[in-house]
């Protein structure tokens, strides 16, 4: 067998990997990612979660709306969500307003979507996950808005293919909350085991 073919076989089954371990591999790199920017975020600045604690659940709600509304890193999201359930009272609380201002602020890709598809239309994961959004409907949205590292494609693929808004916002805000609150509880625990953060 010639290097080259051996070299193919290799990417195959290194993509076939892939997707099979996709959802432990995000999970695994959310929690690094999380992990990190606390850590970058109190060294910086040691008084970062006293000042955050301040902002209480309004905070949470404002933060992630703006958040999610922008196309920025979705991990900051997650950190700061994950930071806020290491430092409120209530983890699931901070989850489910989480969830409801993602759900909120992902409308802006949404709305995008409604006003064109130009932007995305000629790229591979454009073209898989509209397959997937045209075969589940809201499921797909549901499942996705788990996994933060693609939901703006997502959202810009239901608003053009002009999936009801409510349905998208449902969909968004139960995957988010599903995903804020396993962030929030991750946070609270990391807060508890390192009493200096706190």
Request: glycine share 10%.
């Amino acid at each position: 067998m010639s290097e080259d073919k051996r070299s193919e076989l290799d990417i195959k089954k290194l993509l076939v990997w892939l997707r099979t371990k996709i959802i432990y591999l995000s999970g695994l790199l959310i929690a690094i990612a999380v992990i990190a920017t606390i850590s970058i975020l109190y060294i910086k600045n040691p008084n970062f979660f006293k000042d955050l604690q301040g902002y209480g659940y309004a905070g949470v709600f404002v933060l992630s709306v703006f958040l999610n509304a922008t196309i920025i890193i979705p991990v900051s999201a997650m950190a700061i969500i994950s930071s806020m359930g290491g430092v409120l009272p209530s983890p699931l609380l901070v989850g489910i307003i989480g969830g409801i201002g993602a759900g909120i602020g992902e409308m802006t890709a949404y709305i995008a979507g409604r006003a064109g598809r130009a932007l995305l239309a000629k790229s591979n994961i454009y073209t898989r996950i509209e397959k997937w959004v045209k075969r589940w409907g809201w499921i797909a949205v549901f499942i996705l808005s788990i996994f933060p590292f693609v939901f703006d494609v997502v959202g810009i693929i239901a608003g053009a293919m002009r999936m009801p808004w409510w349905r998208f916002f449902l969909a968004c805000w139960a995957g988010r909350t599903v995903s804020y609150i396993t962030v929030a509880y991750l946070g609270s625990v990391i807060f508890k085991a390192i009493p200096w953060l706190s």
